[in-house]
């Protein structure tokens, strides 16, 4: 339910449908959020929006009834999610997903810009505050871009060190908590995956360190341009009017331009923020290039681009699973180019951390690392038998020291077994003990 209330009266855990007046005076570039920052809270009541409208079916209600006591929670109760997901079928299975447990704490200790290898778990507990830390940062930085703001490299550098950092010591985890992505926060979280995507591939092209660099601040800022684009349009369901579509495709010129005028930026960002839409058989915009006309990091961009956006939930539709995605990319082979989504493949596996497979033992397991030596054969994690229909919380399975008694017989796909939210389900399956 919609209601209109002064700005004033706005209170942290509102959700925020929209702003009134001129869409410059606004805060955000964005009106639709959950507003659970303070910072954000402050923003709003500092700006000249004298009026917002709120939805109290996705947030709290100025004048709430009153709530139930909460219920204790008792030992004996099962620990598991009422949620459920079962594949459609006649015996209409249905799977239990129980509560995932929380990622490991990182010591006090722990040095971000370490690069000593880390096991997965330790690491995404360490990528997922990395995540939130830089997901406020990108804010600030969509913001500014928004307003005509100079984006200054000195403070985007540390964030980039961090990011390579944590790949480095294991190259999967910060791009898994990165899959998961609100409404709210979308933009910002892309552009870390994006970020996250090009520092992999760049290391596996081999490029030199000030490239690998390079490559992570291209895939950071290569769409600060949308923040001209308004959310109605970015959320639409529906296909684009020719007009709207138009309006997109200028963030792409409108981000160039900006950074162009900060004087800072490497040509090698300036190229990708302009061309990481183009497309190897000339079908892209905004110029149209084809083959060598398009720079490698353009064509880095285009696959790291188109792959994070596919495995992403939005309004419209839900993300595919990773090796669906890279399924996908590779039947679009006139697009891009072979040779750089080889590489990429390598980089993400080819059966990618959180994809869903069936095993010979009957069971489903979700990819939990990578084999270096042979990526048909990483590491799983099972956790639904198909002969019991239970959930389990069996041990990880290495393919490659298991010496062929279980093997992956089938990629699988979350539709197929009607589990809703896989990008959510798999980061929390991720983060459990093995």
């Known amino acids: 339910m919609l209601k209109r209330i002064k700005t004033d009266e706005v209170k942290l855990g509102m959700f925020l449908h929209k702003m009134e007046g001129s869409w410059f005076s606004h805060p955000f570039w964005r009106s639709k959020m959950l507003l659970d920052d303070p910072d954000r809270l ?3 009541k500092a700006s000249k929006v004298e009026w917002v409208q709120i939805d109290t079916a996705r947030g709290i209600d100025p004048a709430p009834a009153e709530a139930p006591a909460p219920r204790s929670f008792h030992p004996a109760e099962k620990d598991v999610n009422e949620r459920l997901f079962g594949r459609t079928s006649a015996q209409g299975v249905t799977i239990m997903r129980r509560a995932p447990a929380r990622p490991s704490s990182v010591p006090p200790s722990f040095d971000p810009l370490s690069k000593e290898r880390l096991p997965l778990q330790a690491e995404m507990a360490h990528a997922n505050k990395l995540a939130r830390k830089s997901s406020r940062a990108m804010k600030k930085v969509f913001d500014d871009a928004r307003l005509g703001k100079a984006i200054k490299l000195n403070r985007l550098q540390p964030m980039i060190e961090e990011i390579s950092s944590s790949i480095q010591r294991n190259p999967h985890a910060f791009m898994a908590v990165t899959r998961l992505k609100n409404t709210s926060e979308y933009l910002y979280m892309h552009s870390l995956s ?33 923040g001209h684009v308004p959310q109605e349009t970015w959320d639409k369901g529906a296909p684009l009017t020719p007009e709207e579509w138009d309006v997109v495709k200028s963030h792409t010129t409108l981000a160039h331009e900006f950074l162009t005028l900060g004087g800072e930026m490497p040509g090698t960002v300036l190229d990708v923020c302009l061309h990481h839409h183009e497309r190897m058989d000339g079908s892209g915009y905004p110029h149209g290039l084809a083959g060598d006309q398009i720079s490698l990091f353009s064509r880095m961009a285009a696959i790291c681009d188109t792959y994070d956006a596919m495995t992403s939930d939005r309004v419209h539709r839900q993300g595919q699973d990773p090796a669906g995605a890279l399924l996908n990319i590779d039947r679009a082979n006139t697009l891009y180019d072979p040779e750089v989504f080889a590489a990429f493949q390598q980089a993400v596996g080819i059966y990618p951390i959180g994809s869903l497979v069936r095993l010979r033992n009957h069971r489903l397991a979700i990819v939990v690392d990578q084999n270096r030596d042979d990526l048909t054969l990483p590491k799983v994690r099972p956790f639904y038998s198909l002969q019991t229909r239970s959930f389990e919380n069996a041990a990880d399975i290495d393919l490659s020291r298991c010496f062929g008694s279980d093997q992956i017989v089938a990629r699988e796909t979350p539709e197929a077994w009607n589990i809703a939210d896989w990008p959510t389900v798999s980061a929390k399956l991720l983060a459990q003990k093995s």
């Open 194 to 226: 994006v970020c996250a995507l090009m520092i992999s591939l760049a290391q596996q092209l081999r490029l030199g360190p000030d490239q690998v660099q390079e490559a992570g601040l291209a895939g950071l800022l290569m769409d600060v341009g949308m």
């Open 42 to 44: 402050e923003e709003l």
